[in-house]
């Protein structure tokens, strides 16, 4: 089974508009953390936003937020305000820091629309 | 700013040769991951290591991929000997709890 599921190839959004980019795990690890990087066309991968298991409110950072839904395995980013430059590659992934292991989506190319 | 660093950033080789690839981890982090990336399989994770010691390296094929971190301050991954199929954007990511980053990558390409 698959363990970070990101049904999204690719997404269109207005500039400005919000757009939710969808990811949902398999884990049985009671302890993990939740990470969204973005992937530019110059191929780094940024850090954007961080959720650990414990955490009880929904983690944010600038434009960027994180819909955690523990019961339904889910950690969806939510990008506010869409610029022309967060058109990129997204990627979510999750740490079972049980066993170690960091694992990774298969991304969501995201273009934002003039 | 602490970044990770990688080098080098972009390496040609031919079949057959050695090669290493070095990333610096930011100071702190106790946790260093390689990584591969290709249009066909994505992010491929080959090796990590925590507190300097290699916890996983199944990811790595064995006969000519090695990863080591000889201090806090360097880890390196050496294939040998390289061939194309290894062509790929390596990265080495460090971090801890909460927070993982990434380095710029190495770009690899065996002829």
């Known amino acids: 089974a698959q363990k970070i599921t990101q049904t999204q190839p690719g997404m269109f959004v207005q500039e400005k508009e919000a757009v939710t980019l969808d990811c949902t795990y398999d884990?049985?690890?009671?302890?993990?953390?939740l990470f969204w990087y973005k992937q530019p066309s110059s191929g780094e991968m940024i850090f954007l936003i961080y959720?650990?298991?414990?955490?009880?409110q929904n983690a944010t950072e600038g434009r960027y937020s994180l819909n955690f839904q523990k019961a339904r395995k889910s950690a969806n980013l939510v990008i506010s305000a869409s610029q022309l430059g967060d058109s990129a590659m997204y990627f979510c992934?999750?740490?079972?820091?049980?066993?170690?292991?960091?694992?990774f989506g298969t991304g969501t190319s995201l273009t934002v629309i003039p | 700013d602490a970044r990770v660093t990688q080098t080098p950033r972009h390496k040609v080789t031919e079949m057959g040769q050695e090669v290493t690839m070095r990333c610096q981890p930011i100071?702190?982090?106790?946790?260093v991951f390689w990584y591969r990336q290709t249009m066909m399989q994505g992010l491929e994770l080959l090796a990590y290591?925590?507190?300097?010691?290699?916890?996983?390296d199944s990811g790595m094929p064995k006969d000519r991929f090695s990863a080591e971190m000889p201090d806090a301050t360097l880890a390196t991954l050496k294939i040998q000997p390289s061939e194309p199929r290894d062509s790929a954007v390596y990265f080495c990511?460090?971090?801890?709890?909460?927070?993982?980053?990434f380095g710029p990558g190495t770009r690899l390409t065996v002829l």
């Open positions: 990511a460090s971090g801890y709890t909460g927070s993982t980053f």
């Open positions: 884990t049985s690890d009671q302890s993990y953390g």
């Open positions: 959720q650990g298991s414990y955490d009880e």
């Open positions: 992934a999750m740490r079972e820091y049980t066993g170690n292991q960091f694992y």
């Open positions: 100071l702190g982090h106790n946790t």
């Open positions: 290591f925590r507190n300097r010691a290699p916890l996983d």
